[in-house]
């Protein structure tokens, strides 16, 4: 069976700094690794996913996501955050074992303020 | 493109009560989900259907929770009788397949408030 956990539960941020959102999973088989990002009142979007290839992924709005299988890490990345990252992102993994279903850690929300 | 669309948006109701939860998925996905997001937690998958069949309902209180997808495309969930426990948000999402790697696409939820 896999899990997932999301190391921070809240990340306060100053707008334009840097931030690294953190998630470590666990799985006996190959997985698949998301980032999904939940804005007030709004449903859960993609924000981009790991299946296979090069560790480094990029998504949308800026963010990317380094697989690191040693560490069994999928830590996500902004360089420069805005107003409008403020939400809650959660990661996801998914394998065989599950049907493929997506496991959520709980999530950590982002605040950015000026 | 239409979306997952779910609905009642908002749904309060008194313990031991049934109350039952619609979703629509995006046309031509064979894969539907039924998740359980409680306050301040993640999602939880609560059962996977792929066409009109269940491929996983192994966290589903079967007691109390029913889901069914008639026809492989449309889908209900019901919960008889509710516990306070259960005010939670329910997410219907749905994809092309299950291969792996899906790309899930969500509703807006129904937001569940048991009294």
């Known amino acids: 069976a896999q899990s997932v956990t999301q190391l921070d539960s809240q990340v306060p941020v100053f707008e334009e700094a840097p931030v690294e959102l953190r998630c470590n999973y666990s799985s006996s088989v190959s997985v698949y690794l998301f980032w999904y990002v939940q804005y007030p009142n709004q449903g859960l979007q993609l924000l981009l996913k790991y299946l296979s290839g090069s560790t480094l992924v990029k998504g949308i709005n800026g963010f990317e996501a380094e697989f690191n299988k040693s560490q069994t890490s999928f830590h996500l990345r902004k360089p420069s955050v805005h107003i409008s990252d403020t939400a809650e992102y959660f990661c996801?993994?998914?394998?065989?074992?599950?049907?493929?279903?997506?496991?959520f850690g709980k999530g950590t929300s982002l605040l950015v303020t000026p | 493109e239409a979306g997952v669309a779910q609905s009642p948006r908002y749904k309060i109701i008194e313990k031991r009560q049934s109350v039952a939860f619609w979703c629509n998925p995006i046309?031509?996905?064979?894969?539907l989900y039924w998740y359980q997001q409680i306050l301040g937690q993640g999602p939880k998958l609560l059962i996977q259907?792929?066409?009109?069949?269940?491929?996983?309902d192994s966290q589903l209180p079967k007691d109390r929770f029913s889901a069914e997808r008639l026809k492989g495309v449309d889908s209900t969930l019901k919960i008889q009788p509710a516990k306070l426990e259960d005010s939670a948000v329910y997410l219907c999402?749905?994809?092309?397949?299950?291969?792996?790697?899906?790309?899930?696409?969500f509703g807006s939820g129904t937001q569940l408030s048991v009294l």
């Open positions: 259907f792929q066409n009109n069949g269940v491929v996983d």
């Open positions: 999402a749905s994809s092309l397949d299950r291969s792996g790697g899906e790309k899930l696409f």
């Open positions: 996801a993994v998914s394998d065989r074992s599950s049907g493929y279903a997506l496991n």
């Open positions: 046309s031509g996905h064979a894969t």
